[in-house]
């Protein structure tokens, strides 16, 4: 499992955080998802054995928002 952080351009309203949060649940291999508003970031655990970082990226860009930076780390 992998903890990954992506850090979103241009998070202008709450409802982007429903939006983006649902995109990412519906990918598979993901859990523990937490949308960041303030912030700007999305963190959540993905099992790297049925999705990549890349996929999930490119799902969020596909639905008009920006990945800046991604971060990722072992989950303990």
């Known amino acids: 499992m992998k903890r990954v952080v992506m850090k979103l ?5 709450p409802s982007c955080l429903t939006k983006i949060k649902k995109n990412v649940e ?3 291999g993901t859990d523990n998802i937490q949308v960041l508003f303030n912030a700007g970031k ?12 890349d996929k999930i990226q490119d799902e969020i ?3 008009g928002y920006q990945v800046k930076k ?6 303990d």
């Open 9 to 13: 351009d241009d998070l202008t309203c």
């Open 42 to 53: 999305v963190k959540f655990t993905l099992d790297d054995q049925q999705n990549t970082v």
């Open 61 to 63: 860009e596909k639905i």
């Open 26 to 28: 519906s990918q598979s």
């Open 70 to 75: 991604v971060q990722i780390s072992e989950a």
